[in-house]
C-alpha cells in the first residue's frame, strides 16, 4: 500500500518545539518533493514548508521562516519538520504530500497524502 503517515503531533506549550515525520511506505520519496501543509479550524490549509527531491532546496510561509525547518533523510525514507518557539497560531493539523514535480500550494499536483497529525501549542 502506497501511503505517507505523519507522526510527532501533540500538546505543547508557546515557545516549546516539536519534531514531525513523514514517512513513506511502498515507494521510495527519492523523486518526490515534500512540502508540509497545515489547516487551522475554521481555515484554509495553506503550505508551511517543502523540499525539493534533491533535498537541497527549501522554502518556507512567512509565518514560519527562522523557526521551522525542513529536511529529509532518503535513506530512512522520511522527511522532518522541526518546530520551535510554537506559537497558539501554529495550532492545526499538519499534513505531508508528496508531488513528483516541484514545490508549490497546487494541492491537485501532489501524488500522495497522509491523514496529518494534530499539533496543539496551548498554555
Known amino acids: 500500500q502506497l501511503q505517507l503517515v505523519e507522526s510527532g503531533g501533540g500538546l505543547v506549550q508557546p515557545g516549546g518545539s516539536l519534531r514531525l515525520s513523514c514517512a513513506a511506505s511502498g515507494f521510495t520519496l527519492d523523486h518526490y518533493a515534500i512540502t508540509w501543509f497545515r489547516q487551522a479550524p475554521g481555515k484554509e490549509r495553506e503550505g508551511v514548508s517543502c523540499i525539493r527531491n534533491n533535498g537541497g532546496s527549501t522554502s518556507y510561509a512567512d509565518s514560519v521562516k527562522g523557526r521551522f525547518t525542513i529536511s529529509r533523510d532518503n535513506a530512512k525514507n522520511t522527511v522532518y519538520l522541526q518546530m520551535n518557539s510554537l506559537k497558539p497560531e501554529d495550532t492545526a493539523i499538519y499534513y505531508c504530500?508528496?508531488?513528483?514535480?516541484?514545490?508549490?500550494?497546487?494541492?491537485?499536483?501532489?501524488?500522495?497524502w497522509g491523514q496529518g497529525t494534530q499539533v496543539t501549542v496551548s498554555s
Open positions: 504530500a508528496a508531488t513528483t514535480t516541484y514545490c508549490s500550494g497546487y494541492e491537485l499536483s501532489y501524488s500522495y
